[in-house]
């Protein structure tokens, strides 16, 4: 009889094992990355420079993310030999950024559909971000006399940001997400006009990046309602 009960719940346990194999997952990651950016504001010429993030996310599931993410670069723009109003601006920037982030995976059955499957990973996501700027500037054009463009050369503004992207998820042997690979572009809104140092005009500034981020897998695991990779 004991070794009876003994091979049941061996046997139970082995169930239990293979039922959950590909539905768990890790509730945090830490990633870091680059993005290129490119800032639309009162300079007339857009430059493209580089920027690198850091970032916590905390998994609700696999498709319903909370993003903690630090970045610091460059952005600049303008031309102060060709553009007409000599506005050129280099901006030392740190923000500082909490995002939504929710992938397809999350709204979808991709259970019996190949093309679904590969579908799960796009995403949207929005929140808050709070970007500090520190500029050099030319403000004064040399080919109109006495033409001036006032604005700070240190400033802080809040932005709201729009991503959409992609996820590529590698998985462990346990048909765990491990890895993530995440590819975006997004676009900032900029609450305020000083962004690029320069107050004028009547539309807010704003700036667009395209990044490239890897994502590691770490902390506790635990289960989602469905399976994670088919």
């Known amino acids: 009889m004991k070794a009876l009960v003994l091979t049941i719940v061996i046997c139970f346990a ?3 094992s293979k039922a959950q194999l590909g539905y768990n997952y890790s509730q945090f990651d830490a990633g870091f990355g680059g993005a290129m950016n490119q800032v639309y504001g009162d300079a007339e010429s857009v430059t ?3 920027s690198v993030n850091f970032s916590l996310n905390f998994n609700q599931t696999p498709y319903l993310n909370y993003i903690l993410e630090v970045q610091a670069g460059k952005l600049e723009g303008g031309n102060r030999l060709v553009d007409t109003t000599s506005r050129q601006f280099s901006n030392s920037f740190t923000a ?6 929710v992938q397809a995976g999350e709204l979808i059955d991709y259970s019996d559909s190949p093309f679904a499957n590969g579908l799960k990973n796009f995403y949207i996501s929005s929140g808050i971000g709070y970007v500090v ?3 050099r500037t030319s403000r004064y054009s040399l080919k109109i006399p006495n ?3 006032p604005g700070e050369d240190h400033s802080n503004e809040i932005f709201i940001p729009a991503r959409i992207g992609y996820e590529f998820k590698f998985y462990n042997q346990f048909d765990e997400p491990s890895v993530r690979i995440d590819l975006a572009y997004q676009y900032n809104f900029v609450m305020g006009d000083e ?3 320069f107050n004028t005009g009547h539309q807010k500034d704003a700036f667009s990046q395209i990044s ?3 994502k590691f897998a770490i902390g506790s695991k635990t289960s989602y309602r469905k399976q994670i990779t088919y």
Not at 96 to 101: A, D
């Open 14 to 16: 082995s169930l239990i």
């Open 147 to 149: 033409y001036y463009t």
């Open 96 to 101: 500082f950024l909490f995002r939504i982030q």
């Open 212 to 214: 490239l981020g890897i």
């Open 133 to 135: 700027n520190n500029l």
């Open 48 to 50: 493209s420079t580089a």
């Open 195 to 197: 962004l690029d140092g």
